[in-house]
């Protein structure tokens, strides 16, 4: 695998993120702060795609969230 390869594979921040959700989250989704395992998507125009609230904590999270990844889509788009 190159680079070439693996820019056409990851082109934008929907594949990259669904990528991620299927690899970290293989076993479901749990919030990140409580561990809960139910959660809900929160869709708005003020909202960037992918976050979700946890039903026990309420505190809002998206796949990067508590990872390396943390607000890395922020240094990319500079």
């Given amino acids: 695998m190159n680079i070439d390869h693996l ?6 921040e929907t594949v990259c ?3 991620f959700e299927s690899v970290i989250w293989q076993d479901g989704r749990h919030c990140p702060h409580c561990g ?3 959660s809900c998507r929160l ?3 003020h909202l960037r795609a992918g976050v ?3 039903y026990r904590c309420k ?3 998206t796949v990067t969230t508590k990872t390396v990844y943390n607000n ?3 240094y990319i788009q500079q």
């Fill in 52 to 54: 979700y609230e946890c």
């Fill in 17 to 19: 993120r669904q990528f």
């Fill in 59 to 61: 505190r809002q999270f």
């Fill in 7 to 12: 820019r056409k594979k990851f082109s934008n």
């Fill in 36 to 38: 809960h395992a139910k």
């Fill in 72 to 74: 890395t889509a922020e």
């Fill in 43 to 45: 869709n708005g125009a």
